[in-house]
């Protein structure tokens, strides 16, 4: 921090704003801009990854496989996103620890219902007491990664499967008549044809799934929603160096910035990407761009 911020009612104008937003709180509200970053690129190919599973699953020549596909896309999409966070959050660190605790506390002789209440042991616990700041910290961001793949996944899947099914059916009929197996004419004829009807869908998901990291205070996980609420709240000479009125308005309009800005950007990639895929496809793009050449 800048020197002559060492005694902040002399300060005045820039120099007062500008010790302001170097404050340790401004720098976690830096820091937790980095952890939505962080979360759209682990969280997009981890859904992708879901959705494509899901959606080869859903159209398996083999039946058991081919129900749960479906299920899980059904499943996903028919629960509101907010119900299943909170659901599906506590159920997995409660499942977590009923696991380990029948495993390390095996001479525990107390319900571990008791009442509303979920009891276990605290070498059970995830993760444990004793555990430094940081283990906790990306726990929870372990369960919004996991969460947020599972549920944008389902809805991935459902693309993903209408894609495949888009792909002219005379493709895959050329490509056995070659000799293709069914493995090969999957991999090779079906995949990559089917990315240009899916990129569309895809592309609307990911700003879906930009506008939704705001969900990640429902996780536990300290976003920059949750922080430009707090520092934005009026503050008083007696809990802060650098009192104010209710700023709230100004830091949630630069939210509404950062967020028209980065949706942009995307709209730009996803627009060359969607050129890129195009080329030489049978499609409507593909023959704009094959006479504009």
């Known amino acids: ?8 009612s002399q ?11 170097t404050t340790g709180k401004h720098m976690n509200l830096y820091w937790s801009l980095l952890t939505v970053l962080t979360l759209l ?6 859904a992708l990854a879901f959705g494509f599973g899901g959606a080869s699953a859903a159209r398996s020549h083999i039946a058991p496989l081919r129900w749960i596909g479906k299920t899980y896309i059904a499943i996903v999409r028919g629960v509101p996103d907010i119900a299943f966070f909170l659901f599906f959050v506590i159920a997995l660190d409660q ?12 001479n525990w002789d107390e319900p571990i219902r008791q009442g509303n209440d979920f ?103 300290e976003d920059i929603v949750y922080w430009s609420r707090e520092l934005g ?22 939210l509404l910035v950062f967020y028209l800005i980065f949706t942009r950007l995307s709209e730009i990639v996803l627009e060359r990407l969607m050129m890129r895929l195009t080329r030489g496809q049978a499609t409507t793009g593909g023959e704009a761009q094959r006479k504009a050449a």
């Open 119 to 221: 009891i276990v042991c605290q070498a059970a616990k995830m993760p444990l007491g004793s555990s430094p700041q940081w283990v906790h910290e990306t726990y929870g961001f372990a369960l919004a990664v996991l969460t947020f793949a599972i549920v944008f996944g389902a809805f991935a899947a459902n693309i993903l499967f209408g894609a495949m099914r888009t792909v002219p059916h005379a493709q895959i009929e050329t490509a056995e008549a070659y000799g293709m197996t069914q493995r090969q004419t999957f991999w090779r004829v079906l995949v990559p044809q089917m990315w240009v009807y899916a990129l569309p869908g895809l592309g609307n998901l990911w700003m879906v799934l930009i506008k939704a990291t705001p969900l990640l205070f429902l996780l536990g996980v």
């Open 1 to 8: 921090m800048f020197s002559y911020c060492s005694d902040p």
């Open 41 to 46: 690129a682990i969280t997009a190919p981890a």
């Open 11 to 21: 300060l005045e104008g820039l120099k007062w704003l500008s010790c302001y937003l």
């Open 233 to 254: 709240g009026s503050k008083t000479t007696r809990f802060t160096d650098y009192p104010h009125a209710d700023w709230r308005m100004w830091y949630f309009l630069g």
């Open 95 to 106: 499942g977590i620890e009923y696991l380990r605790h029948k495993t390390l506390c095996s």
